[in-house]
């Protein structure tokens, strides 16, 4: 029997019952999780995320590019290491706008996925 895994942000379904999401969606709503997540933010886990908000307002240059790729590659790797597999993580910065895109394999099926996060959105 698959597990269930509830969709984030939590909502209610078509029929009123919480929303569940499929292994893959799960997954990419647990690297939005990690990399939106300031350590220190969660109770139980205070050293849980990789503080990408926090770098936001940071002055834009090389200096901040990778220091988001090495906290976010590293975020990753410990949170979700055993879900995914990082293939590539890209940081850049174009007018005021930073953005991350990330290349991943899911562990259970070795499917390929890719996520582009601009200034908070998830495209």
Not at 69 to 81: D, V
Not at 93 to 113: F, I, K, P, W
Request: aromatic content about 6%; hydrophobic content about 40%; charged content about 20%.
């Amino acid at each position: 029997m698959e597990a269930m895994n509830i969709d984030f942000p939590y909502g209610i379904d078509g029929r009123g019952r919480t929303a569940t999401a499929d292994h893959a969606e799960h997954v990419r709503n647990m690297v939005e999780q990690v990399l939106f997540t300031t350590p220190g933010e969660r109770v139980n886990r205070p050293d849980f995320g990789c503080g990408l908000l926090d770098l936001v307002f940071e002055p834009a240059g090389p200096e901040m590019v990778a220091t988001v790729e090495m906290t976010a590659q590293a975020a990753l790797q410990r949170w979700l290491g055993d879900l995914l597999t990082v293939e590539g993580l890209e940081v850049t910065v174009e007018e005021c706008t930073l953005s991350v895109s990330l290349a991943y394999r899911l562990t259970a099926t070795g499917e390929q996925h890719s996520v582009r996060i601009d200034g908070g959105t998830a495209q």
